[in-house]
């Protein structure tokens, strides 16, 4: 018999990809396309869901090919998503009714503080289990019903679909137009403000705060479902996964068991630890979520430090800055000098998420003196990454009361050695990163390949785990404490900055 | 050796594509696609075919805004190295994963500096035993697979290593410059290169040529582990996993290439 295989599409920030794993979750063949990013005002970051529905159109068969597999030869696929990302929809064209809003994006600042200024906002939190922020699904849909002309009859009608990346692709998948499935996962619903945390349901109360019909929205299933099958680009493929991606990676890092923990290095980077059946609500600036659910099973919850700007960082420093001319190059670039000279980067380009959840902040370098040279800036460019992960450690250090002895991590920026070695010296215990560095793809593979009985449990997916790289802490503790210091400081720097904009 | 037979007239895109290098160097320094066709009497189809192929190579680059085309800034550092070593490993670490997984051995990646190899990435051998991250480690040439598999493509190299003293770190090291020819000559013919106790006592390593686009070589990955893991009981490397080394090298040349 041929063998088989699960395929997994990761939708992401800056690029989709589709990869193929075997039974023991190696990789076989990867395809990736970039898709573009829109920033049409300062604060604004838009894509277009077309394009990413052409890319997927074209790495689906290209990772086929170049792994010379046939469609029947896939047991399932797996997707995971950049999430909050929203995309709404005509469901009769199937053409989106704008550019979709980013995660990242920033325009709805004002409108989250008239909502946060309003009765009822202090039950949010409870409800959903996020504060109130730019960052995620609801105030960006509530801004295209508020600001796109027609468009709040045509939701209240029932002719236009709401969905993250995961709804969109599914939907598209499925049929689109005809009779496409509209549906999400309960991870990706968790990241949008609508879904009650405790019943896993839409929760009226939210939808009415937003002022959100509930016409536009899609079923909440669990993570790990048949879905149903694929009708286009490669037809006849289950579809048996959903997640967020930093679910995913969760799931593909196997931290099944209570108090697991692992960080995701990417566009932005996300500290997520499971936290079993039992929803705790923090006190120290992280984020209750659902860290995925097994179908049939109840739903396992995780606690979340989400970074905003972490490998988008270096990406500004190459495409805006033209200091480098790829991303790996500011490994190079840092490695001319040894230490930042005094320079700090703190890039608060969305706000500041976890543990400040400061919207009004604003990017800073600070430290400048006529001595600082360009590699002194890459420096402070991947610290800035590895001090952003102390805080969220920190917070998690907290919220337990136990320090964590080692930290998983995973992600295209585990490619950086230096950085590695720098979260290491700064959290002073050891990184670990284990043989797939694409786990938020294994993660979605792992889910769909549970579901249709590809891998038999959670065990068996455990003993696929092995490590490819550790790094050892080798600052010294006075170092890492005056540098430390230095860093809360410039944070600091940031508070307060942008300043509601004048009413017209 | 010298091929017998008719040799080869000019190359007419070459010729072509020199040329429109010489037109980019000149005034403004920035064309439109109409203009190069233009001023150098060609269909547009051919001019955007031969500037979309040096666009690929980075000789030539095009504005985002404007899409007016100009010299590349690989133009300017043509004699430095080609390929950032840190672009290598982020560009191979997923080949160099499934490497490691399928073989169960340990994997490098290195690349030539300063008269040998620098160890530019390292997966660990996936038992979960205890082991060292050996990125920055810096291996003989004329004693390692990998070094070998790097000296093999680089004539100048090869000649400067082969002048220099061949030093003896096992019984089993190539010594002199004759065996080391002979052998660098069968790495070309097979495409891959092993050592069976050149280097340390017990250990061997097989490794294959990462080449870039156009078939320069730009690093060697493979694996290393203890002899009677790596080679039969004659020494020799085992075939599953010398194929298994040529298929990632060939995977991360064609990730280079996209």
């Keep these: 018999m041929a063998q088989r295989y699960v395929m997994a599409i990761d939708q992401g920030t800056t690029s989709t990809r589709c990869i193929l794993f075997d039974q023991s979750a190696r990789l076989v063949s990867v395809a990736q396309r970039e898709h573009r990013q829109y920033h049409p005002r300062p604060g604004w970051v838009e894509q277009d869901a077309v394009e990413i529905w052409r890319n997927v159109d074209r790495i689906m068969p290209h990772a086929l090919r170049d792994a010379g597999v046939s469609a029947d030869q896939v047991v399932a696929l797996g997707i995971t998503n950049q999430r909050e990302t929203a995309v709404v929809w005509d469901r009769h064209t199937g053409v989106p009714v704008g550019r979709a809003i980013v995660w990242e994006d920033i325009r709805t600042e004002d409108l989250v503080g008239e909502l946060g200024a309003r009765p009822g906002s202090d039950a949010v939190r409870d409800r959903c289990g996020l504060p109130l922020a730019t960052y995620f699904s609801a105030p960006k849909l509530r801004w295209l019903l508020d600001n796109t002309p027609g468009l709040r009859d045509r939701a209240e009608r029932g002719d236009v679909l709401f969905g993250t990346m995961d709804t969109w692709l599914i939907w598209n998948l499925t049929g689109g137009v005809s009779g496409g499935l509209h549906v999400t996962d309960v991870t990706n619903a968790s990241r949008?403000?609508?879904?009650?945390?405790?019943?896993?349901?839409?929760?009226?109360?939210?939808?009415?705060f937003f002022d959100i019909p509930a016409r536009l929205l899609p079923e909440i299933r669990p993570s790990t479902e048949i879905h149903g099958r694929t009708s286009r680009v490669v037809p006849g493929i289950t579809i048996a996964a959903a997640l967020g991606d930093q679910h995913a990676a969760l799931f593909g890092q196997t931290c099944f068991a209570k108090g697991e923990t692992k960080c995701t290095y990417g566009t932005g980077s996300f500290l997520l630890m499971n936290t079993g059946e039992q929803l705790v609500k923090s006190e120290h600036g992280l984020l209750t979520t659902i860290g995925y659910q097994i179908g049939g099973e109840p739903a396992t919850y995780a606690l979340e430090g989400s970074i905003a700007v972490t490998g988008s960082l270096v990406q500004w420093f190459r495409d805006k800055l033209g200091l480098i001319q790829s991303a790996p190059e500011i490994e190079t670039l840092a490695r001319t000098v040894t230490d930042n000279g005094g320079c700090y980067i703190v890039p608060a380009f969305s706000g500041l998420f976890a543990p400040h959840w400061h919207s009004e902040a604003r990017g800073i370098i600070v430290g400048l003196t006529s001595y600082i040279s360009k590699g002194h800036l890459a420096r402070a460019?991947?610290?800035?990454?590895?001090?952003?992960?102390?805080?969220?450690?920190?917070?998690?250090?907290?919220?337990?009361?136990?320090?964590?002895?080692?930290?998983?991590?995973?992600?295209?920026?585990?490619?950086?050695?230096?950085?590695?070695?720098?979260?290491?010296?700064v959290l002073d215990v050891p990184v670990l990163r284990p043989m797939v560095a694409e786990t938020v793809s294994l993660g979605a593979a792992y889910a769909a390949g549970l579901a249709v009985g590809y891998w038999p449990d959670l065990e068996g997916l455990r003993r696929n785990w092995h490590l490819a790289a550790r790094w050892t802490p080798q600052w010294n503790a006075a170092d890492r404490e005056d540098e430390y210091a230095n860093w809360k400081r410039a944070v600091e720097l940031t508070f307060g900055w942008a300043k509601p904009r004048r009413s017209r | 050796m010298v091929s017998v037979g008719t040799v080869p007239g000019p190359i007419q895109s070459i010729e072509r594509a020199a040329a429109m290098l010489r037109l980019l160097a000149r005034g403004s320094g920035e064309y439109g696609l109409a203009e190069v066709a233009a001023s150098l009497g060609l269909p547009k189809g051919t001019a955007h075919g031969i500037l979309r192929t040096l666009q690929r190579v980075a000789f030539v680059e095009q504005d985002e805004e404007t899409g007016r085309y100009r010299l590349g800034a690989a133009l300017l550092h043509l004699g430095t190295s080609y390929l950032d070593a840190n672009e290598l490993r982020s560009r191979s670490l997923n080949w160099a994963d499934a490497l490691?997984?399928?073989?169960?051995?340990?994997?490098?990646?290195?690349?030539?500096?300063?008269?040998?190899?620098?160890?530019?990435?390292?997966?660990?051998?996936?038992?979960?035993t205890m082991q060292t991250l050996g990125i920055g480690a810096m291996l003989p040439l004329h004693a390692?697979?990998?070094g070998k598999v790097l000296l093999a493509y680089d004539a100048d190299l090869s000649a400067a290593?082969?002048?220099r003293e061949l030093t003896s770190l096992t019984r089993r090291t190539i010594v002199t410059p004759q065996s080391l020819e002979r052998v660098l000559t069968q790495v070309r013919a097979a495409g891959w290169a092993n050592d069976a106790e050149e280097y340390l006592p017990g250990e061997a390593s097989i490794a294959a040529p990462i080449r870039a686009p156009g078939g320069l070589v730009v690093g060697a990955i493979g694996i290393s582990g203890s002899v009677d893991r790596i080679c039969d009981s004659a020494s020799r490397a085992k075939p599953a996993l010398v194929s298994q080394v040529a298929s990632a090298a060939e995977a991360i040349s064609r990730a280079l290439s996209d």
Excluded: C, Y
Excluded at chain 1, 386 to 398: F, I, K, L, N
């Design chain 2, 100 to 128: 490691a997984a399928r073989s169960g051995q340990e994997v490098r990646i290195g690349v030539h500096h300063d008269g040998a190899v620098l160890v530019v990435h390292h997966v660990f051998r996936p038992d979960d």
């Design chain 1, 381 to 425: 460019v991947l610290e800035a990454t590895a001090w952003q992960t102390r805080e969220v450690v920190d917070a998690m250090t907290a919220e337990l009361g136990v320090a964590s002895t080692a930290l998983k991590v995973d992600g295209g920026m585990t490619a950086d050695h230096l950085l590695m070695q720098t979260i290491a010296d």
């Design chain 2, 161 to 163: 290593t082969r002048r």
């Design chain 2, 144 to 146: 390692t697979a990998f």
């Design chain 1, 192 to 208: 949008t403000m609508l879904m009650n945390i405790t019943t896993q349901q839409w929760d009226d109360e939210l939808l009415s």
